[in-house]
Structures are given as structure tokens and as C-alpha cells.
């Protein structure tokens, strides 16, 4: 939790930075070391720098000498001052550029401009970097433990809850086959007797006939 709270600050404080720099402008001086002269290539020096808004234009020059005059984009052509946006000669000049799109500037004595004394820039809208969004408070950690098993042991169903009545037990009780070997006894001792009697009258009947 804290490292990510640390990140969050960090992350926004670097916006801080990113937004604070886009916001800074820059000032720059006009023809460098040279200054506004006569003698100045202005189309050159300007090539390749990023004018935006909120930035400014330093002129240094003699004053008196020359003047710094905004004008339009026709009269820049043709290099005339009677309808100048601005003016000023005191010497030192800052133009802060507060629109985006072009701007032209002279200087309006006679024979200045026509030497080269003309600027052109061209000047973008300034970047802002977005506002840092609020950090995502974190998800609560889902609880992941399983459900205890239920562990109380289940009532048995007494008679009463099953109409009052007990249950008879199954009759277990096995028939045993008869005893073959009782029976093969008994036909064996008729048979026996049967054959005693036999005998017993054969003797008889001779014993008489000797008579």
C-alpha cells in the first residue's frame, strides 16, 4: 500500500514538471548577438525555431535609428508602415506573441525594410499537458479461504417421526434340506427286517415238511 501510494505521488509529480515546462516561455532575442539591423538575415534566424504562444520577441537596436512595426501580411509584402498593428523605436523592444498564426514585423524607415530589415514567424498554440487523474484506490483482496466442512453428525429418525410405528426386522431364519443319510438309513433297515422275515418262514416251512 505504500509503495503504490510513493508511485502515485512520484507519477504526479512528474506531471507537475511536464506541465510546469510546456508553460514556461521563451524569450528570444532578434538577429542574436546582431540585433535589428539593416544587415541582419531574419528569414534564416527564425528558420527552424518553434514560436508559440506565450513566448516573446526581444528588438535591440539604435534608438531612434530604426523602429518595430507589426503589420499585416500585405503590407509586410510590400514593405509598407501606414497601417501598422504597432510601433515603437525606444531601442529596446520585447513583443510578446499572444496569438497563434503569423506575425510580421518591419522596421518603417524608409529603405529598411526593402535592405531586409522584415521578420515572419509563425507561431503555435501552446501544449498543456492534461491534469494528473486521481490514483484508483486499491481493490479489497478477495477472501479466498475455503467453507469449513460441516462436522455435526446427523440425528437418527426416531420411531415417532416415521407414523409411530417400529419397524419390523426381516425373518432370517434358513430351512435345512432333509437329512439324506437318515433316510438311506431307514430304507436300508426295512429292507433288512424284510429279508429276516422272509428267511425266518422258509425255515419254518421246511422244518414242518420234515415232519
Not at 516561455?25 to 538575415?41: N, R
Not at 528569414?43 to 531612434?64: I, M, P, Q, R
Not at 530589415?117 to 481493490?139: C, E, I, R, W
Not at 479466498?144 to 420411531?159: E, G, I, L, M
Request: charged share 15%.
Amino acid at each position: 500500500m505504500a509503495s503504490g501510494g510513493a508511485s502515485s505521488l512520484a507519477l504526479a509529480a512528474l506531471l507537475l514538471v511536464s506541465c510546469a515546462s510546456a508553460a514556461v516561455a521563451t524569450k528570444y532575442t532578434v538577429g542574436d548577438a546582431s540585433g535589428w539591423t539593416t544587415t541582419g538575415d531574419y528569414a534564416t534566424w527564425a528558420s527552424g525555431k518553434k514560436f508559440k504562444v506565450g513566448d516573446s520577441l526581444e528588438f535591440k537596436y539604435a534608438g531612434g535609428a530604426h523602429t518595430v512595426d507589426e503589420v499585416s501580411a500585405a503590407d509586410y509584402a510590400a514593405c509598407s508602415s501606414s497601417n501598422a498593428l504597432s510601433t515603437d523605436s525606444a531601442g529596446a523592444t520585447t513583443v510578446t506573441l499572444k496569438t497563434a498564426g503569423k506575425h510580421y514585423f518591419i522596421c518603417g524607415v524608409a529603405g529598411h525594410c526593402s535592405s531586409g530589415m522584415k521578420l515572419a514567424v509563425d507561431v503555435a498554440k501552446a501544449v498543456t499537458a492534461p491534469a494528473p487523474a486521481p490514483a484508483a484506490a486499491p481493490a479489497p483482496a478477495a477472501d479466498t479461504a475455503p467453507d469449513a466442512p460441516d462436522t455435526t453428525p446427523s440425528t437418527p429418525t426416531s420411531p415417532s417421526s416415521s407414523g409411530g410405528r417400529t419397524p419390523k426386522s426381516p425373518d432370517t431364519t434358513v430351512l435345512s434340506p432333509p437329512d439324506k443319510k437318515s433316510t438311506s438309513s431307514g430304507a436300508t433297515g426295512l429292507s433288512a427286517a424284510a429279508w429276516a422275515g422272509l428267511g425266518l418262514a422258509g425255515l419254518v416251512a421246511v422244518h414242518l415238511g420234515a415232519f
